[in-house]
């Protein structure tokens, strides 16, 4: 498959200026340059893909109670905005096929982390898979997936083979390109700590690519692009693709 990579990635859409894994997000990554976003599908009590980060409900909704314990009917009503400010008050959480539609509407191309609640890491890729071939169409670029989860990845590879996909880490382990190589990844997402120059040019040299988040620093940004780091997650896509620019 064919892996290419942008340079910049709005993280949750553009978590720095807008509320994360909204619509609204999304608008806003779009309105900053961004081409590629990056956001995280989970699965409400009754299986419908969403866009949410945390298992709980509590930060971004102020609702308590679980996401995978909620059915899509009662999350579709939530507020997700207000926590970021009252410009975004009523901002909806999303489905997946509500995020991808608005993607082709903006010109923007999905990184679709895979993000499973606790004991349903395959039930989740393959809905996200279902959901994401039902609206993605087949004369754009393939969508572009991520996980922390090895059986998601390797459940969206099973029915997806066409799909490129990486694999995220939070910290490097010795064992990556094992893993990388089992899960058909053509990248490497890793912490962008994490990261050093030998460590870049090893990734590099052996034909993966390498994504780095959470990137908002102008000057890291520019520091890991010159050690051949292929994409940057980052909270502000405007700033950091003004500062890889100077």
């Given at each position: 498959?064919?892996?290419?990579?942008?340079?910049?990635?709005?993280?949750?859409?553009?978590?720095?200026?807008?509320?994360?894994?909204?619509?609204?997000?999304?608008?806003?990554?779009?309105?900053?340059?961004?081409?590629?976003?990056?956001?995280?599908?989970?699965?409400?009590?009754?299986?419908?893909?969403?866009?949410?980060?945390?298992?709980?409900?509590?930060?971004?909704?102020?609702?308590?109670?679980?996401?995978?314990?909620?059915?899509?009917?009662?999350?579709?009503?939530?507020?997700?905005?207000?926590?970021?400010?009252?410009?975004?008050?009523?901002?909806?959480?999303?489905?997946?096929?509500?995020?991808?539609?608005?993607?082709?509407?903006?010109?923007?191309?999905?990184?679709?982390?895979?993000?499973?609640?606790?004991?349903?890491?395959?039930?989740?890729?393959?809905?996200?898979?279902?959901?994401?071939?039902?609206?993605?169409?087949?004369?754009?670029?393939?969508?572009?997936?991520?996980?922390?989860?090895?059986?998601?990845?390797?459940?969206?590879?099973?029915?997806?083979?066409?799909?490129?996909?990486?694999?995220?880490?939070?910290?490097?382990?010795?064992?990556?390109?094992?893993?990388?190589?089992?899960?058909?990844?053509?990248?490497?997402?890793?912490?962008?700590?994490?990261?050093?120059?030998?460590?870049?040019?090893?990734?590099?040299?052996?034909g993966y690519g390498l994504v780095s988040f959470t990137v908002n620093d102008p000057a890291r940004a520019r520091a890991l692009r010159g050690w051949g780091v292929d994409s940057l997650v980052t909270d502000s896509p405007r700033e950091i693709l003004a500062a890889l620019a100077a």
């Open positions: 498959m064919e892996l290419r990579l942008p340079t910049v990635i709005g993280h949750r859409g553009a978590a720095a200026q807008a509320p994360e894994n909204t619509l609204a997000g999304l608008r806003v990554a779009a309105e900053q340059g961004a081409t590629w976003v990056e956001f995280d599908a989970m699965l409400s009590a009754d299986g419908v893909p969403i866009l949410f980060h945390d298992d709980s409900l509590q930060r971004t909704t102020g609702r308590d109670g679980l996401v995978a314990e909620t059915d899509w009917r009662v999350l579709r009503e939530l507020d997700a905005g207000s926590y970021f400010g009252e410009a975004f008050a009523d901002e909806r959480v999303p489905s997946l096929a509500e995020a991808l539609n608005l993607l082709l509407d903006l010109g923007l191309h999905p990184n679709i982390e895979i993000k499973p609640t606790p004991g349903r890491d395959v039930e989740t890729a393959v809905r996200v898979v279902e959901v994401t071939a039902e609206v993605w169409p087949r004369d754009r670029q393939a969508p572009y997936f991520c996980s922390f989860s090895a059986m998601a990845l390797a459940a969206q590879r099973a029915l997806r083979p066409d799909w490129p996909s990486g694999f995220n880490g939070l910290r490097h382990e010795a064992d990556w390109q094992e893993r990388l190589r089992a899960l058909g990844c053509g990248a490497y997402h890793l912490l962008e700590r994490e990261i050093t120059p030998d460590l870049a040019a090893t990734i590099k040299a052996a």
